[in-house]
């Protein structure tokens, strides 16, 4: 009897319709591959959903809040139904750019300067925004802490744009991060396997400029090059960088590294992400591809990995 398998999507975070692609993108593959297989939606139903389907295995295909932050793993955890991806602390901490951030720092992990804004303290005072273009300088990225797929980010030149660009992040969350916009080649490194690998670097090339929300999900506004076009030894560097983020927040099952490789070579940890984007225009695929893993390979072994050690 083939294992059955439940596609969580959806959701109720900004990122919704990725995971409603990514999930669709899951649920063919595992088809494929000869898995009962069957589509969740995230709702206040779904613990009872899960619970009448008895899934040998629930495949997280959730982006941002409610699915990336340790929630619904938490919500698995006491249902006792084994699911893909990191657990619940390292979910929670990935998703937090500032606290992922210190957790890097204490590391040994490169990471750019940053400094990290409260709406309460805020609204209480500007001011703090001198202290932080002090720590931080300009060009800054902002941020929101708990948002991905550049949701509210901005880059900020001058600092006559600086509130507008805060207030922005704001919408989507209490939180910001300002960033040290660090200039070098932009890639990637995804991390597979309960011993953690890398896979190969891949080096993302916009039309655009920024690789923004739009440019990320429209076909043709950027281009996946791997291996990125940076030195073997920088892409070793970068690729072990990787498995040390990784490692530091407790990770598991696979994730996806964000890093700058600077001027100077330093590969600098910007995020991590705990559940990569599977769309037919996403970098984790594309990287595993390059590794030896075709899609429906991939999702297979990623459902293994969530079994790997239970009885």
Not at 220 to 237: D, M, N, T, V, Y
Not at 242 to 250: D, M, S, W
Not at 297 to 302: D, K, M, R, T
């Amino acid at each position: 009897m083939s294992k059955k398998v439940a596609v969580l999507m959806g959701g109720r975070s900004a990122e919704r319709e990725i995971s409603l692609l990514t999930g669709e993108q899951i649920y063919n593959a595992l088809i494929l591959k000869g898995y009962d297989t069957v589509k969740v939606e995230l709702n206040e139903r779904v613990g009872q959903t899960l619970l009448a389907l008895k899934p040998a295995v629930v495949f997280i295909a959730l982006h941002g809040r409610f699915g990336e932050d340790g929630t619904v793993q938490g919500m698995l955890e006491i249902l006792d139904l084994p699911y893909t991806g990191s657990g619940v602390l390292a979910s929670a901490i990935g998703i937090n750019k500032a606290i992922s951030k210190r957790i890097f720092e204490s590391a040994g992990i490169t990471t750019p300067r940053f400094s990290v804004i409260s709406k309460q303290a805020y609204s209480l005072s500007t001011d703090m925004l001198t202290e932080a273009m002090r720590e931080v300088g300009l060009p800054v990225v902002v941020k929101p802490v708990c948002e991905g797929s550049t949701i509210g980010m901005s880059i900020v030149d001058n600092e006559g744009e600086l509130a507008g660009a805060i207030e922005t992040a704001f919408l989507y969350d209490d939180e910001v991060v300002l960033e040290q916009f660090v200039t070098g080649t932009e890639i990637t490194v995804g991390i597979l396997g309960n011993e953690p690998q890398a896979l190969p670097t891949l080096e993302v090339e916009t039309t655009t400029g920024f690789y923004d929300y739009k440019t990320k999900y429209t076909a043709g506004l950027s281009k996946h090059i791997i291996p990125a076009r940076i030195p073997e030894e920088q892409q070793q560097q970068a690729q072990e960088m990787a498995i040390k983020a990784h490692n530091a927040i407790g990770c598991r099952g696979f994730s996806r590294v964000d890093i700058i490789v600077g001027g100077d070579g330093t590969p600098y940890v910007l995020e991590i992400n705990t559940i990569p984007g599977m769309t037919n225009l996403s970098l984790f695929p594309d990287a595993a591809r390059a590794g030896g893993y075709e899609f429906p390979e991939l999702v297979s072994y990623i459902v293994e990995l969530a079994l790997d050690g239970r009885a």
